[in-house]
């Protein structure tokens, strides 16, 4: 399970305290970014998820954003394992910061491809700050993949800022959720 050493939280107003901005929106789709860590030089290959119909909760888009909030996911199964598990036009709520934001150690985080020229990249500030909605109209499932945990019955409305969190830590659970 990742996020394991992260701070828990009980709702969804906790995650704020690290984040820039939070959005709810629905996946447009996938790229493979191209990242070379400062400390050792190694080549990471995320995977860059592309959201649209952005609505923001909290927060700001920075100035220069398209309107589509890109966000570098913690995927090591890779871009197509992540494209068949969440497709396009899920939805999806982000509770995040800006990963090349201009103070950052010479103005870039090091992503060369994955995202239009100028546009800002997102991560999640907290293992609880990125939720997908998946399931059915009838029977949703809140999916938070950096948990590998599950809400069932839940939608995003239920993770705006002020909610509590109801996450279930089951991971039969949230493996079967991705049908």
């Known amino acids: 399970m990742l996020g394991v050493d992260a701070e828990p939280v009980t709702n969804t107003s906790e995650i704020l305290r690290w984040s820039s901005i939070a959005v709810t929106g629905t996946i447009a789709g996938y790229t493979e970014g191209s990242y070379t860590a400062r400390t ?3 080549v990471v290959k995320p995977v860059i998820a ?6 923001v909760q909290y927060g700001d888009l920075p100035k220069e954003s398209n309107g589509v909030l890109y966000v570098a996911l913690v995927a090591p199964a890779g871009v197509e394992a992540v494209r068949k598990s969440v497709p396009a036009g899920t ?3 982000l509770y995040g910061w800006q990963i090349n934001a201009p103070e950052m ?3 870039k985080s090091g992503i060369v491809e994955g995202i239009p020229e100028g ?7 907290h293992p609880a700050g990125l939720v997908f909605q998946l399931g059915t109209p009838d029977e949703p499932i809140l999916v938070w993949p950096e948990l590998s945990s599950v809400a069932p019955g839940l939608t995003l409305d239920d993770v705006l800022p002020g909610h509590d969190l109801k996450i279930i830590e089951d991971e039969a659970a949230y493996l079967r959720s991705f049908g």
């Open 105 to 107: 150690e010479g103005g």
């Open 119 to 125: 546009q800002p990249l997102y991560g999640s500030a």
């Open 50 to 55: 592309s959201i649209e119909n952005v609505t």
């Open 40 to 42: 050792n030089g190694v």
């Open 91 to 93: 939805p999806v709520a």
